[in-house]
């Protein structure tokens, strides 16, 4: 007699069970926090929401950061991706398969790897801002390398680096930070689980994003 108990791996979640709206919803949570556009989140939450982390730096200099690093972190990688989309690279810019995402990944470290280097040598710079570039640089690593064997999601990746930036910041801060922490885990929560209604990934997959996007926030840290 089979043992029933014997665990699978789980398999994605069918999409059509779910109704329109609430697919409608899960892809609009997708493309809103993209991994790509969360470097420039946080960023633009230190530049001009907390108000202690570049409180001396010119409204002007503000835009300028914030330019930066959403042109190297975000504008860059999905030219980059459009591009090999035009000249046949990949079948899609949503890169569903691991091999369409390696060289997309290969242009990314370069591109992020660049950014965490050009802060990290300027002056009047947090060290914790400089960190979690170094945690998102180190998160592309960690996905390109998984990517070897199995695909994780891009997106658990991005949020979970994205919370565990923000546990870090909360307990290293004298300010009252704890509301920004619940809202990053609100947004991981409602990405992983637009992720677990839109795509095609199962939830070790995801899993495993969130834990490597927080591993690399932690190493960039402390080691």
């Known amino acids: 007699m089979e043992n029933s108990f014997i665990m699978k791996e789980a ?13 409608v919803l899960a892809n609009l949570v997708s493309y809103l926090f993209h991994p790509l556009f969360i470097p ?24 300028t950061t914030l330019g930066a690093v959403f042109f190297s972190t975000a504008f860059l990688p999905a030219f980059a991706v459009l591009l090999m989309k035009a000249l046949g690279f990949v079948k899609s810019i949503h890169l569903k398969t691991q091999k369409e995402r390696i060289i997309p990944y290969v242009a990314a470290i370069t591109f992020y790897f660049w950014i965490w280097y050009v802060f990290h040598n300027l002056q009047d710079i947090p060290e914790y801002f400089v960190n979690f570039l170094l945690g998102v640089f180190l998160g592309v690593c960690a996905a390109w390398m998984f990517n070897i064997r199995y695909k994780i999601s891009m997106h658990a990746t991005g949020v979970g680096g994205l919370v565990t930036f923000f546990l870090l910041f ?6 009252e930070t704890a509301l920004y922490l619940a809202i990053a885990f609100l947004i991981t929560g409602l990405v992983c689980t637009a992720r ?5 990934h199962t939830p070790k997959e995801i899993y495993a994003g969130i834990i490597a996007g927080a591993l690399c926030q932690i190493i960039a840290v402390y080691v």
């Open 40 to 63: 420039a989140y946080v960023t633009a939450f230190l530049l001009f929401i907390h108000p202690y982390s570049f409180a001396g730096m010119a409204a002007k200099q503000k835009v």
């Open 170 to 175: 909360t307990f290293g801060q004298t300010e």
């Open 196 to 200: 677990f209604i839109v795509s095609d």
């Open 11 to 23: 398999a994605p979640l069918p999409q059509h069970q779910f109704p329109a709206p609430v697919k």
